[in-house]
Protein backbone atom coordinates (compact mmCIF):
# COMPACT_ATOMS: atom_id res chain seq x y z
CA UNK A 1 0.00 0.00 0.00
CA UNK A 2 1.39 3.30 -1.24
CA UNK A 3 0.39 6.47 0.83
CA UNK A 4 0.36 9.70 -1.94
CA UNK A 5 1.66 12.90 -0.55
CA UNK A 6 -0.88 15.41 0.35
CA UNK A 7 0.48 18.06 -1.63
CA UNK A 8 0.81 16.05 -4.51
CA UNK A 9 1.34 19.22 -7.64
CA UNK A 10 0.00 21.71 -5.44
CA UNK A 11 1.45 24.14 -2.69
CA UNK A 12 0.09 24.19 0.83
CA UNK A 13 0.42 28.62 0.75
CA UNK A 14 -3.58 28.73 0.42
CA UNK A 15 -3.62 27.28 3.87
CA UNK A 16 -1.38 29.50 5.55
CA UNK A 17 -0.24 33.09 5.46
CA UNK A 18 -2.48 35.38 7.03
CA UNK A 19 -5.01 36.12 4.13
CA UNK A 20 -7.47 33.72 4.96
CA UNK A 21 -7.36 35.59 8.65
CA UNK A 22 -7.60 38.22 7.08
CA UNK A 23 -10.73 37.45 5.39
CA UNK A 24 -12.03 35.85 8.21
CA UNK A 25 -11.52 39.35 10.27
CA UNK A 26 -12.61 41.00 7.63
CA UNK A 27 -16.59 39.49 7.68
CA UNK A 28 -19.30 41.80 8.28
CA UNK A 29 -22.00 39.09 9.18
CA UNK A 30 -21.93 35.41 9.99
CA UNK A 31 -22.74 34.53 5.52
CA UNK A 32 -19.34 36.23 5.03
CA UNK A 33 -17.43 33.32 7.90
CA UNK A 34 -19.26 30.89 6.09
CA UNK A 35 -18.52 31.84 2.72
CA UNK A 36 -14.79 32.09 3.26
CA UNK A 37 -14.91 28.90 4.88
CA UNK A 38 -16.47 27.56 1.72
CA UNK A 39 -14.13 28.97 -0.26
CA UNK A 40 -11.28 27.74 2.19
CA UNK A 41 -12.33 24.06 1.77
CA UNK A 42 -13.28 24.40 -2.05
CA UNK A 43 -9.35 24.54 -2.57
CA UNK A 44 -8.65 21.26 -1.09
CA UNK A 45 -7.61 18.67 -3.23
CA UNK A 46 -9.85 15.25 -3.23
CA UNK A 47 -6.33 13.71 -1.76
CA UNK A 48 -6.40 16.40 1.09
CA UNK A 49 -9.78 15.28 1.77
CA UNK A 50 -9.73 11.78 2.13
CA UNK A 51 -6.67 11.87 4.34
CA UNK A 52 -8.57 14.60 6.95
CA UNK A 53 -9.98 12.04 9.24
CA UNK A 54 -13.93 11.14 8.70
CA UNK A 55 -15.32 12.76 11.65
CA UNK A 56 -14.04 15.87 11.41
CA UNK A 57 -13.67 16.24 7.04
CA UNK A 58 -15.85 19.71 6.56
CA UNK A 59 -18.15 19.47 3.28
CA UNK A 60 -17.89 21.72 0.64
CA UNK A 61 -21.15 23.51 1.84
CA UNK A 62 -20.26 23.72 4.94
CA UNK A 63 -23.48 25.38 7.08
CA UNK A 64 -22.78 28.15 10.01
CA UNK A 65 -23.96 25.52 12.74
CA UNK A 66 -21.22 23.57 11.62
CA UNK A 67 -18.13 25.63 11.86
CA UNK A 68 -17.57 25.20 15.74
CA UNK A 69 -18.06 21.64 15.84
CA UNK A 70 -15.51 21.02 13.18
CA UNK A 71 -13.18 23.40 14.61
CA UNK A 72 -13.59 21.36 18.46
CA UNK A 73 -12.95 18.19 15.73
CA UNK A 74 -10.29 19.06 14.41
CA UNK A 75 -8.27 20.33 17.46
CA UNK A 76 -9.78 16.69 19.32
CA UNK A 77 -7.66 14.82 15.78
CA UNK A 78 -4.32 16.66 16.12
CA UNK A 79 -2.89 14.35 18.61
CA UNK A 80 -4.79 11.24 16.79
CA UNK A 81 -3.16 11.89 13.53
CA UNK A 82 1.04 12.01 11.94
CA UNK A 83 2.96 13.33 9.11
CA UNK A 84 1.29 15.47 6.79
CA UNK A 85 -2.03 14.48 7.99
CA UNK A 86 -1.22 16.23 10.92
CA UNK A 87 0.01 19.23 9.35
CA UNK A 88 -3.38 19.63 7.58
CA UNK A 89 -5.31 18.93 10.01
CA UNK A 90 -3.81 21.61 12.35
CA UNK A 91 -3.77 24.40 9.57
CA UNK A 92 -7.66 23.47 9.22
CA UNK A 93 -7.66 23.04 13.07
CA UNK A 94 -6.64 26.47 13.26
CA UNK A 95 -8.47 27.95 10.30
CA UNK A 96 -12.01 26.74 11.85
CA UNK A 97 -10.91 27.81 15.23
CA UNK A 98 -10.78 31.27 13.55
CA UNK A 99 -13.91 30.85 11.56
CA UNK A 100 -16.02 29.61 14.86
CA UNK A 101 -14.44 32.50 17.04
CA UNK A 102 -15.25 35.26 14.18
CA UNK A 103 -18.66 33.72 14.36
CA UNK A 104 -19.18 34.40 17.97
CA UNK A 105 -17.73 38.06 17.74
CA UNK A 106 -20.47 39.04 14.99
CA UNK A 107 -23.20 37.10 16.71
CA UNK A 108 -22.26 38.98 20.46
CA UNK A 109 -21.77 41.82 18.36
CA UNK A 110 -25.70 41.53 16.91
CA UNK A 111 -27.32 40.69 19.80
CA UNK A 112 -26.70 44.01 21.41
CA UNK A 113 -28.43 45.52 19.27
CA UNK A 114 -32.12 45.63 19.26
CA UNK A 115 -34.83 45.02 15.83
CA UNK A 116 -34.88 48.71 15.37
CA UNK A 117 -31.26 49.05 15.69
CA UNK A 118 -30.61 50.14 19.34
CA UNK A 119 -27.90 49.03 21.99
CA UNK A 120 -30.16 46.71 24.09
CA UNK A 121 -29.53 47.12 27.75
Known amino acids: MTIHRIDQNKPHHFLTGSSWQERLDAAHAPVDVVSTTRDFVALLTPYELYAIPESCR ?9 IADLAYQLVQSESRVEGEVAELVHKLARFFSHAATRLGQLRARDNEFDDEGRRSA
Open 58 to 66: PAPNVHEDE
